[in-house]
């Protein structure tokens, strides 16, 4: 029997062997797979870096292929097996240790070889289980199959020999080996079946290319609802239900269309609804309170959080209560059975409570913000589509993005605190029940020392609200100044002025940066004054208790200190608490006087139904004005009868109130008294072209479902066509911000498309043929207003004397009246202001010295020259440059055929287009970025400095702690080590000089943080303003916006205090650590593993998170982009009855951007709760060993600090982890805001080496050589090899067909665009090898698009302030102006309003004029700079160029013919190239030439009106 019993015991010891060295093989070998596969991923990249010409990655490939995965049972099955058979390891080698421990005779560690090396194998298999999830595979690895296969064999093989051992000795055999392994039996059978069969139960389905959406923003993957919605209890407690998505992120960056939707309760919608009904509810009510509003919608929500709330806060204070009676126990007082054991299990217990809870508060806070984010950006935007004209004074566009991107941030963010006001005396009053038990009576100063330290916080807190307010107005400031030179970086560099306007930001960043100062120093003080109160608490704590004799104990001490630990955070946070309600409360009250601004009159306009009445259009008695403190009205006396089907023209001089007429149907300005009717719906055509972001179709759709035939015909009617032709991707071109790359006329014919393509009943036009050719706007008269608009009634603004005969009613406005009123011919035999109007033509159209000629010829040949008559259809037949704009209507042409095969390709690839997704980074964030910041305040010497202060505050902080534990007696009759003085005086020594360190590294981080954000975005700023025209054409103004503010706040706020408290976090927890172990070493053997799992749940977290963040940020830019636009376009989007559409698209944009933003926060959530359930598990493990440990073999008061700091360890394992991932999210913001500092530059300012001379250019030469131009690389050549030469002094004047090239021309000549190849020389200097400061400061240009900037007359006059007053006013009047500046009450100080708002378009047009007056260069452009002006004025502006600027080159663009006939030379351009340049005259004598045909065109378009 005894040689039985020895072979049994050998075969064991074998397979034991067998086992442990099987277990190591694997998982040696498993390293070397790894290892394998990285280097071949490596060579793998390489090869595809060398061979990838087309940039396309194959992998990238190969994952698109992947449609979706599918998790069967099996997989899940095998999982789960792999991790119970790990947890029995653990069990096994938990219960050896301990057993080894007890026993107390010596180490023998073989017990332990064979768990630990299973246990490792077993840790190794499952996340290679794992693993075949994230990167999915239909079959399991064959080293993980052949590991189940022998794991079974050896298990079955160990039980039969323990089988034959029992049989033979009985019960005495059992042991912890033989339990694990018939527990683990039936799991491994089920592993080894799965193994032998290989299939995972993970389903890949593969799509085709064909099934792959075309756009990526049509999101068709992200159909599916968030599993939030619908997700069970454990899943919710868990947060398993994200798992999907961070699989998804693990194995390729996430994009949007990966993110679920939202669940209808959290969208924008939703919420918006709720919290809208309860703000109109209270202001009914006469109790306006937005916060109020708030509170009556998210009650509920916030009230299911507080029980999480709660429930966190009564666990957290189980550990404190409890330390006193672990020390006594350790100490040998045992109060019954077994009690170490279950003081482990209630402190494990409470743990993992507080656990659950604290990521169930946390989410549920993140959520509540997020609802209330979007219902307030909604009901900010659609008070923005409502702001009257006063309103919109005092709130720029600037200011309501502002409202939008910082205001509601922090209203939403209050809901971290929301809860705060509560818990404090919660806190407080459970403190104090716990310090009784520990320390008696002394509680009571406890309890004052407390108040003390939260009274103290008031004056504080107001001094930060203080700071808080000014840095705000300043802010607003500096991004309304900003957006207004982001809008007009155009005139800035054409003008040469973006040096004063960018030092003009400077000084507005420096005020901002004075307070932001302020407002970081002062929180630097406060967080000293925070940190430093728990040590005054706990000081005066226990002076009083020696004062009043009462014995202190290790438990008592220890007790207490862990009650001042807890206590430590709300009274930190206080501070926080106190300046986060101030600062809400400044955003809740600018939020709601916002929404309490007046908005337009809603019975401004009585709105018929179609059909109701015969009459269109009705004004009664009408008085209107814009601003309600101006005592004369804008206009008065308003009587105006339009029936349906009537054409009615508008005329009258600049600022006679022609475009406030079309406003006051529409409702836009503010009635005084009388009444307007309109029948029907309304289109409105704006004077200054208003244009969406996005493609073409979108912009004449907008919003209505496409009809093909209908669509053609508009095309058609707009004579856009053949532009739609000339671009690469036809209708689907991708328009830049503000309609930026296409000529003024294609911006006005596309405003026409859209209000033709909506088919209103009533057309109001505002001077829309001023941007347009001759040619153009003659065939769009014809075939727009008399054709396509022929039975609606149309109301049309004009300065083209020539379109008035067509018209059933033309009204003359003067200063505001309508003066008079009646057919062409009635009112040109009553005289007055209309004939002086109609004389100013005349004299223009004599001027062209050919009107005669013309007419006796081409009546013969040209049947253009037929006079428009009103009703008359005109034939636009004849000329060749009527056969190019004819529209073929019969069978689709080639060019058709071209059209659609573009489509196909735009919708396939963007890549060619103007502008461009938003670029973002991918992957891992570059230590780069990390290094850029830390090196940009002080070159990174205050970051040791940092790390070394919070290092000392650390060691001193344990230092306390430790004295106090070691120097109090053990128990109550113990005595003690030290005297009571000595014992509180060290004590205060070690905690107030830690205090002093802490305010030390508070003072360093602000310091830090403000120097690297100064210079962060004074590096910013200059690359932006440096950066070419192109960048601005390209990039939307959100985009830039964007940066500058949302991103330059968290690195002026957030992340100098993110990077501080990672530092300091890391430092803490390496303390806890140290504590920890220097009491019990053996928790090292979980600590480690414990951080490698960590550090790859973190690894696996980020690859999401990071995406995540990414894409939150990008989805930031369109919201800001739609607001920017919206309010820009406010009156379009109202004429057209679409704020509901826009309201639609708004609520849209804010759920692409909450998706990404929910499943961030979650994931933070997901991967904190996994860190504190180790780290429970790990403390657990700790209190496990330390009742396991022989009494006195261990200092109670010693293993008492050790509970105290392990049970921070969750908290701050947590709170590290999510202070490295925040900071990594925040660092996002660095990294765009690196991307704007790395813009490639235009040429630089000033080329020392080839300056010209000071008087250059003194001849006005002009010589152009072979020019050929591009906007982009990748789009098509606009100018193609144009040459031709402007002798100085003399008149040129440029012409040609919308879109022709003329703009760009000039464009070229300030550099504005760089030349693909050829030259430009002026006066033998080749303009690209000198600066750009120097060349565009001796131009002068006055642009299409009138620009005032805000500020007054005499800033936007002369803005470098290098003139006197006398020039300014000789300026005025030579401009036209003088008089009407002499009219406002502040002269030359005269308020311009936000894009001049308060001006009229032709005003500001005169205005610019007076810049070139002041300005006085050799070389004047005039790029369509009389459009905006009736023909009187613009007469009297060539005559005052003609005398003010005679000795000077002076380049005229045009589309009126008389302004250009008087030229020297003239410069015909057709598609981009030189089609005529000669004198007008002998050009005139060629009766084929082009310019020939645009005169004629001019001329007969001007012939049916009768002479005065």
């Known amino acids: 029997m005894g040689v039985e019993v020895i072979s049994y015991e050998k075969a064991l010891r074998v397979l034991e062997l067998i086992s442990t060295g099987f277990s190591l093989s694997f998982v040696f070998l498993s390293l070397l797979v790894v290892l394998g596969r990285k280097i071949e991923v490596y060579l793998h990249s390489n090869q595809l870096i060398k061979q990838d010409s087309d940039g396309v990655n194959e992998a990238t490939t190969i994952f698109t292929e992947i449609q979706s995965v599918e998790i069967g049972k099996t997989y899940k099955a095998s999982l789960y097996c792999c991790f119970y058979v790990l947890f029995l390891q653990i069990v096994v080698l938990c219960y050896n240790g301990i057993y080894l421990i007890q026993g107390g005779k010596g180490i023998n560690l073989e017990p332990l070889i064979l768990p630990t090396s299973q246990g490792l194998s077993w840790l190794v298999l499952s996340f290679s289980v794992h693993n075949c999830r994230v990167k999915p595979l239909e079959k399991f690895p064959l080293l993980i199959r052949l590991w189940w296969i022998v794991s079974f064999i050896i298990c079955l093989s160990t039980l039969y020999a323990d089988g034959m051992e029992i049989g033979i000795e009985g019960s005495k055999h059992l042991n912890s080996h033989l339990v694990a392994n018939l527990a683990s039996t039936p799991v491994l059978g089920f592993l080894c079946f799965v193994g032998l069969r290989g299939v995972s139960g993970i389903e890949i389905v593969r799509g085709s290319d064909l099934q792959e959406p075309l756009l990526v923003e049509e999101d068709a993957g992200c159909l599916k609802v968030t599993a939030y919605s619908d997700a069970g209890v454990f899943s919710l407690a868990t947060l398993s239900w994200l798992n999907s998505l961070l699989a998804i992120g ?117 959520i509540l913000g997020m609802h209330v984010r979007s219902a307030l950006t909604a009901m900010v935007y659609q008070k923005g589509l409502r702001l009257s004209s006063s309103s919109k004074q005092s709130h720029t566009s600037g200011e309501i993005v502002n409202y939008m991107a910082v205001d509601v941030q922090r209203v939403g963010d209050y809901a971290w605190y929301l809860h705060d006001i509560w818990m404090l005396p919660m806190q407080i009053i459970l403190a104090l029940a716990i310090l009784y038990k520990s320390v008696g009576i002394a509680c009571i100063a406890t309890l004052i020392a407390t108040i003390l330290s939260i009274v103290i916080t008031i004056p504080l807190a107001q001094v930060q609200e203080l700071y808080q307010d000014k ?73 009083t208790s020696m004062l009043i004799g009462r014995q202190l104990t290790a438990g008592g001490v220890l007790s207490a ?143 209505n479902p496409k009809d093909k035939a209908k669509y053609k015909n508009v095309l058609h009617a707009c004579s856009l066509k053949r ?95 309508i003066i008079q009123a009646g057919k062409y011919d009635d009112l040109l035999q009553a005289g007055t202001d209309f004939n002086t109007l109609v004389s100013a033509h005349q004299e223009a159209i004599e001027a062209m010295d050919i009107y005669n000629h013309s007419s006796e010829e081409s009546d013969e040949n040209d049947p253009l020259d037929r006079p428009i008559h009103m009703g008359k259809k005109c034939e636009s037949v004849g000329s060749s440059m009527d056969r190019m704009a004819k529209v073929p209507t019969e069978g689709p042409s080639r060019s058709d ?39 940009a305040a002080y070159k990174g010497l205050l970051v040791p400095l940092i790390i070394i202060a919070q290092t000392l505050f650390q060691v001193l902080q344990i230092a306390s702690n430790w004295w106090m534990a070691w120097a109090n007696p053990q128990t109550d009759g113990d005595s003690a080590r030290v005297s009571s003085i000595v014992l509180i005086g060290v004590y205060m020594a070690l905690a107030f000089g830690s205090s002093w360190f802490i305010f030390v590294r508070a003072v360093l981080v602000a310091t830090f943080g403000l120097a690297a954000a100064q210079k962060l975005f004074m590096k910013m700023l200059i690359n932006v303003f440096r950066a070419p025209m192109s960048f601005f054409d390209s990039t939307p103004a959100g985009r830039i916006l964007n940066r500058v503010s949302v991103d330059q706040s968290v690195v002026d706020l957030d992340i100098p205090f993110r990077l501080g408290g990672f530092a300091s976090t890391t430092i803490q927890l390496l303390g806890i650590v140290g504590v920890m172990t220097q009491v019990t070493w053996q928790v090292l053997l979980l600590v480690v593993p414990m951080a490698i799992a960590c550090l790859w749940m973190q690894k696996y977290y980020m690859a ?83 009742v396991s440990f022989p009494r006195k073999a261990i200092d109670p008061s010693m293993a008492g600090l050790a509970v105290t700091y392990g049970l921070q360890l969750n908290a701050r394992l947590s709170r590290w982890i999510l202070s490295f991932c925040k900071l990594e999210n925040k660092i996002i913001s660095i990294e765009r805001i690196h991307q704007y500092c790395h813009i490639p530059s235009e040429a630089p300012p000033i080329i020392e080496a080839c300056r010209p001379p000071p008087l250059w250019p003194e001849e006005g030469n002009i010589e152009i050589i072979d020019l050929k131009v591009r906007y982009k690389e990748n789009l098509p050549v606009v100018l193609r090899g144009v040459t031709c030469a402007f002798p100085g002094g003399k008149k040129i004047g440029i012409v040609g067909r919308t879109g022709s090239g003329k703009s760009t021309l000039i464009q070229v000549l300030f550099r504005l665009i760089e030349p693909e190849s050829g030259r430009i020389i002026i006066d033998n200097i080749d303009i690209s090898s000198i600066g750009l400061h120097d060349l565009r400061s001796r131009l002068s240009i006055i642009p299409q698009d009138p620009t005032l900037f805000e500020g007054t007359i005499r800033g936007n006059l002369d803005p470098l302030e290098e003139h006197s007053d006398q020039e300014v006013w000789e300026a005025l009047d030579k401009s036209q102006l003088g008089d009407v500046v002499r009219e406002k009450e502040l002269k030359l100080d005269a308020p311009v309003l936000e894009n001049g708002d308060n001006w009229s378009v032709g005003q500001r047009q005169l205005v610019s004029l007076g810049r070139a007056l002041l300005k006085q260069a050799r070389i004047l452009v005039l790029d369509e700079a009389t459009a905006s002006v009736d023909s009187a004025t613009d007469n009297l502006i060539q005559k005052i160029i003609r005398t003010e600027f005679k000795d000077c080159t002076v380049c005229t663009i045009a589309h009126r013919i008389p302004t250009v006939i008087d030229s020297d030379l003239v410069l015909v351009l057709s598609d981009g190239q030189v089609a005529e340049f000669d004198s007008p005259g002998r050009l005139l004598e060629d009766k084929f030439s082009m310019f020939y045909k645009l005169v004629t065109e001019y001329s007969s378009r001007s012939s049916g009106i009768p002479d005065c």
């Open 561 to 703: 200190l862990a009650t001042f630990r807890i206590l430590q955070e709300p009274l930190r946070n206080f501070p926080d608490l106190v300046s986060m309600m101030a600062q809400t409360k400044v955003s809740l009250d600018r939020i709601t006087g916002f929404l309490q601004e007046e908005e337009l009159q809603e019975d401004a306009t009585i709105v018929l139904q179609r059909g109701v009445s015969n009459v269109a259009i009705e004004v009664k008695d009408g008085e209107f004005r814009w601003d309600p403190s101006v005592p004369r009205p804008t206009l008065s006396g308003i009587e105006v009868k339009v029936n349906r089907g009537m054409r009615v023209a508008v005329c009258g001089g600049v600022g006679s109130g022609k475009s406030s007429f079309l406003s006051c149907i529409l409702g836009e300005i503010p009635k005084v008294s009388g009444e307007v009717k309109i029948c029907g719906s309304a289109a409105y055509v704006s004077q200054s072209s208003w244009i969406q972001s996005g493609n073409i179709e979108e912009n004449i759709l907008f919003g």
């Open 1104 to 1186: 999401s998170s990071r995406e995540l963040v990414r894409i939150v940020s990008i989805q930031k830019s369109p919201i800001i982009n739609l607001f920017g636009e919206s309010i820009a376009g406010a009156a379009t989007i109202r004429g057209f009855g679409q704020e509901k559409r826009f309201m639609k698209r708004n609520l849209y944009l804010l759920d692409c951007f909450a998706r990404p933003f929910f499943c961030s926060i979650a994931a933070i959530e997901w991967l904190c709760l996994r860190m504190e359930l180790l780290s429970t598990f790990v403390f657990a493990f700790c209190l496990v060993l330390l």
């Open 723 to 817: 532009d739609l032709e000339l671009f690469s991707h036809g209708d689907q071109t991708i328009i830049g911000d503000r309609g930026i790359n296409l000529s003024g006329g294609q911006k006005q014919r596309v405003q026409l498309a859209r209000a033709l393509y909506q088919d209103a009943d009533i057309y109001l036009l505002d001077d829309p043929f001023s941007a347009v050719d001759a040619h153009t706007g003659s065939e769009l008269f014809t075939e727009y207003i008399l054709t396509a608009l022929a039975t609606k009634t149309v109301v049309y603004v004009t300065h083209q004397i020539e379109f008035l005969p067509a018209a059933d009613l033309i009204l003359v406005l003067k200063e505001g009246q």
């Open 471 to 543: 840095l705000m107005a300043a802010k607003d400031d500096r991004m309304r100044k900003t957006s207004e030179c982001l809008r007009n970086m155009r005139i800035l560099k054409s003008q040469a002025w973006e040096d004063r306007y960018r030092r003009r930001l400077e000084e507005m960043r420096s005020v901002e940066f004075r307070w932001l100062k302020k407002a970081l120093y002062s929180q630097a003080f406060i967080t000293f004054f925070f940190w430093s109160s728990p040590i005054f608490v706990a000081a005066v704590t226990f002076g």
């Open 897 to 935: 055929l071209k059209a659609i095969k573009e489509k196909k390709k735009a919708k396939r690839s963007r890549k060619k287009q103007l502008v461009q997704e938003e670029e973002r980074e991918r992957g891992k964030i570059s230590m780069k970025i990390y290094f850029s910041y830390m090196a």
């Open 250 to 366: 693990a194995r390729r960056p996430l994009e949007l269309r990966d993110i679920p939707l939202l669940a209808p309760k959290d969208r924008s919608k939703f919420n918006y609804k709720i919290v809208n009904s309860n703000w109109e509810k209270l202001k009914s009510e006469n109790q306006p309170s937005l916060g109020w509003a708030l509170f009556r919608s998210f009650w509920k929500e916030a009230a299911k959080n507080a029980v999480f709330a709660g429930l966190y806060t009564l666990v957290s204070y189980v550990g404190p209560y409890m330390i006193s009676d672990f020390v006594d126990y350790l100490g040998g007082i045992e109060t019954f059975p077994h009690e170490g054991y279950v003081l482990a299990g209630v402190f494990f217990v409470a743990k993992l409570m507080e656990t659950l809870t604290t990521r169930q508060w946390y989410l549920g806070v993140d």
